[in-house]
């Protein structure tokens, strides 16, 4: 009987991240059917190249953001901080004219240094993150406002618009199909198949239960598909966006940092138990800063991604990036008290807000409902894990 | 003369355990009557069931109250009967004002709306009352420990109490704070107010005490007035029980000194004034098991957290030597390193991560014993897990189980792997069987017993003396932050661990 309830408790984990895909999928289908009601095709090339053009910055803010929150922490700032590291990229470019192998760096390590700035007060004085943050997000806000002396710094050099509009270029020389893309999407695929038979196996021997066969053959299948479909679409029209590879590879380093390294594997230490951490000799202090400089190096990506992508820094830019960011990494799965949350978890919550985004503004619901909404739909994940836990 | 109060045949069952067995206690209008018993013996239950913590039902045997029987649901029900309990851990709101404490709940007030200048009067009279010379507006967070027991006293009188229960209320305070509030207690004797004071300090006792009930084992053992009060025969009712658990054989062959701390100090970690470790000199050696014997608030878990890694208090002054040569332990990575592990006595708290499977909470002291440059080889990882659940008997179905859902034997074992994982000379266990049932108990002694033949040494912090005698090769008895005796196997006993904590407590006074 006791068994029955433990093994219970390992599957409802799985559970959550097979219920998350599959909301993934039913809002997709859901708009699909909706906008086919209004002669519109949601799934077309460009509206699946837009959908990662436009959210790319808010899975980026998501992933520094879970770290964040995995440590026991939040982090107000990133909206404010990616709009002022976008106003620094467009000043040394425009004004300066710096070429941009010069100006990525520099940027982000204005935003590492902005991360750090917040890191130590919360890590080493022991402020509230809540409290540093705010202070953060309105001082980073004027800031932004100060060094743009309330105009619009812009246009931008190509090389430097091609962080958000860029394409991969196809060096098979095919074009049509792109056959860089196809290479790759083959190669991910394969990758799918083959690291998830891998931790089929790896589960076997670690004598975890292993999911049924059919649920797991079913969901890499779907994904499989899912993804042949979308390089099938992107490679039809102009190949792998920019952020596109840039989205996976953090998504991969990401995922691997957190579950296959040490370093990883303390944070979530110190979010699930820190005085226990502590005594097991992990310095908490310096892990909870270097959660912060990370998150201000990604806000700083963020931010130049948002600012190549209107083409000018503005002093509106970034304007609730960080709600959208923590939303993401709630309806991701992430717990409230720190120590446990997925990358790919976030990913997904990320994704599911972008797609109800874009299938909310292709079918002309307001913004007005398009708020309630997502705010619906993170309360209701929300209570999804809070009635789960509680069962 | 009737009693106030009679309390007759009380048992209280929780699931697993007779907490109280057939209990009675009858305490006569203004009286003062002590309560003693070792820790754990069932003093605060007894004290729970009587200020309706545990609500009327929940307990068998009956409770006459002023010549009628007291069914409380809640601790509501007993304060309006004029039972108030004053807990070992203070129930003030630091940031609020002493006049704001002192009507908690219980507001001076009209339809919601409070009358400042009475309830600052009403204040000021019972601020004089217990003798404190403050401003009822004073934030209660600026006094010291003294004075606020002193505002939990005052609180007490605002509700017309009748019967006013002290548990343990000189625990945390300093010898003239103590005196201050023992007279207060024989002044509100004077004034008719009937006090319970649970103590295991003698000259407390025998300073205000007019009777004395000493439970032991959850059973009331005995009862005796003021001049029948012997500090010999509180002691032989205190502990004069059968050995009720039984210890793995063991032949200790203890080797060489392994590890010596000398002059050690350390201070309150907040109070940088209050020295909690005065002056403790120990040593273990290779393959022994050394007992540190003490009741609760005596210090032992701070001298063994300030030993590994300085992970209490502040000012640490001594030497930590091992295998005769001086090692830094500042921090938790250098004591593990130098070969000590600290096996906490808050295992839920301190020791685990209960959201996370048994196998990352056993890697984590010693994440790099299975990674590669940051890496983590989670086949090893594995590997390693299931070692320890072998080796250790930790009953699972698998180490990818949470450890929320072990039983505390099961995760004890999970601290103590975790701990065996980062290979150490010197393992310190406070309070290794806390909370556990009695066959897992066993377990964890020959666990301890197998670890002592393997050459590694033990510290073994308990507050249970039988285990101490049964484990032990020798036992430090420590109080109030220093160690005042040493007895070796075959001449330690009960008696003569408390005769040596009570005559500390003598010498402190």
């Known amino acids: 009987m006791a068994q029955e309830k433990k093994s219970s408790s390992a599957l409802g984990d799985r559970l959550r991240e097979n219920g998350m895909l599959l909301a993934l999928v039913a809002i997709v289908a859901l708009f699909s059917v909706l906008l086919a009601y209004q002669g519109k095709t949601f799934l077309q090339p460009q509206n699946i190249t837009n959908i990662f053009l436009q959210n790319g910055h808010v899975i980026i803010l998501a992933l520094g953001m879970l770290l964040v929150i995995v440590s026991g922490h939040i982090d107000l700032s990133v909206g404010s901080v990616a709009a002022f590291t976008g106003a620094v990229a467009a000043y040394l470019t425009v004004n300066l004219g710096l070429p941009f192998y010069v100006v990525i760096p520099l940027t982000l390590i204005v935003g590492g240094c902005i991360g750090a700035v917040q890191g130590y007060w919360v890590a080493f004085w022991r402020i509230p993150s809540f409290i540093v943050t705010l202070a953060g997000m309105m001082v980073f806000r004027g800031a932004t406002m100060w060094m743009l002396g309330g105009q619009n710094i812009g246009p931008f050099p190509k090389e430097f618009q091609a962080i958000s509009s860029g394409f991969l270029p196809d060096l098979t020389g095919i074009g049509q199909p792109h056959g860089l893309t196809v290479i790759l999407v083959v190669l991910a695929i394969g990758a799918q198949f083959w690291l998830g038979f891998r931790a089929r196996a790896r589960d076997a021997e670690f004598g975890i239960e292993p999911e049924p066969m059919a649920l797991f053959m079913g969901r890499t299948v779907l994904i499989a598909a899912a993804t042949a479909f979308v390089g099938y679409q992107l490679a039809y029209l102009k190949g792998l966006p920019n952020v596109l590879v840039v989205l996976i590879v953090l998504t991969v380093l990401y995922a691997f940092f957190t579950e296959n390294t040490t370093m990883g594997r303390r944070i979530y230490a110190v979010g699930g138990n820190e005085k226990a951490a502590k005594l097991s000799g992990i310095n908490s202090d310096r892990l909870v800063f270097a959660c912060f400089v990370n998150m201000g190096v990604l806000a700083a990506l963020a931010g130049m991604m948002v600012t190549a992508r209107l083409n000018s820094a503005t002093p509106k830019a970034g304007t609730g990036f960080e709600l959208d960011a923590i939303a993401s990494v709630f309806i991701g799965g992430a717990s409230m008290t720190g120590g446990s949350g997925k990358i790919v978890g976030v990913v997904i919550g990320a994704l599911i807000m972008g797609v109800m985004n874009m299938g909310m503004s292709i079918m002309g619901i307001g913004i007005d409902y398009q708020q309630m909404i997502k705010g619906l739909v993170l309360l209701a994940a929300v209570i999804f894990d809070v009635y789960n836990k509680a069962k | ?509």
């Open chain 2, 1 to 509: 003369m009737t009693a106030l109060l009679e309390m007759r045949g009380i048992s209280k069952v929780f699931p697993g355990v007779r907490a109280l067995d057939n209990v009675s206690l009858s305490v006569q209008p203004g009286e003062i009557h002590a309560i003693c018993g070792e820790n754990g013996a069932g003093k605060s239950t007894l004290m729970k069931v009587l200020s309706g913590v545990y609500p009327f039902g929940s307990y068998e045997g009956d409770i006459i109250y002023d010549g009628e029987t007291l069914a409380c649901r809640n601790i509501r029900d007993s304060e309006a009967r004029g039972i108030i309990i004053i807990h070992q851990e203070l129930a003030l709101v630091p940031l609020l004002s002493i006049a704001e404490n002192l009507f908690l709940g219980n507001e001076v007030a009209k339809n919601g709306v409070i009358n400042w200048g009475e309830a600052y009067q009403r204040t000021e009279g019972l601020l004089k009352k217990v003798g404190l010379n403050e401003l009822p507006t004073t934030k209660v967070e600026k006094l010291g420990v003294g004075k606020q027991q002193l505002i939990e006293i005052a609180k007490a009188l605002a509700k017309d109490v009748r019967l006013l229960i002290l548990d343990e209320p000189t625990a945390a305070l300093q010898e003239n704070d103590s005196q201050k509030l023992l007279d207060l207690m024989l002044e509100l004797k004077a004034q008719g107010v009937t006090q319970i004071i649970i103590s295991h300090k003698l000259n407390e006792i025998s300073r205000v005490a007019d009777r004395i009930t000493v439970i032991r084992d959850g059973a009331s053992v005995s009862t005796m007035d003021k001049h029948e009060i012997t500090e010999d025969r509180i002691i032989r009712d205190m502990v004069g029980r059968d050995m009720a658990h039984r210890y793995p054989e063991r032949t200790p062959n203890p080797g060489p000194v392994l590890m010596e701390v000398a002059g050690w100090n350390v201070w309150h970690t907040e109070q940088a004034e209050r020295q909690i470790i005065k002056d403790v000199s120990f040593n273990v050696k290779k393959g022994e098991i050394v007992g540190i014997a003490g009741l609760m608030g005596t210090g032992r878990t701070e001298l063994a957290m300030s030993i590994f890694g300085k992970s209490y208090g502040q000012g640490h002054k001594g030497s930590i030597k091992m295998h005769g040569v001086e090692v830094d332990v500042s921090t938790v990575p250098k004591a593990v390193k130098a070969g000590i592990a600290y096996v906490t006595e808050d295992r839920k708290g301190l020791g685990l991560i209960l959201e996370e499977p048994i196998v990352k909470n056993i890697t984590l002291a010693n994440l790099a014993g299975v990674a590669m440059r940051g890496v983590l080889d989670k086949r090893r990882e594995t590997r390693v897990a299931e070692g320890y659940r072998k080796q250790l008997a930790i009953r699972t179905p698998g180490v990818q189980q949470k450890v929320v859902n072990l039983s505390g034997g099961n995760q004890q074992k999970v601290v103590l792997s975790k701990w065996l994982f980062t290979e150490p000379e010197v393992l310190i266990l406070d309070e290794p069987t806390r909370g556990i049932d009695v066959g897992a108990k066993f377990e964890i002694y020959t666990i301890m017993k197998e670890l002592a033949e393997q050459g590694r040494s033990i510290v073994m912090i308990s507050s249970e003396m039988p285990e101490l005698l049964g484990m032990c090769d020798r036992i430090y008895v420590m109080n109030e932050g220093r160690i005042v005796g040493e007895l070796d196997r075959a001449e330690a006993s009960q008696e003569k661990i408390m005769a040596l904590i009570l005559k500390g407590e003598g010498k402190a006074a």
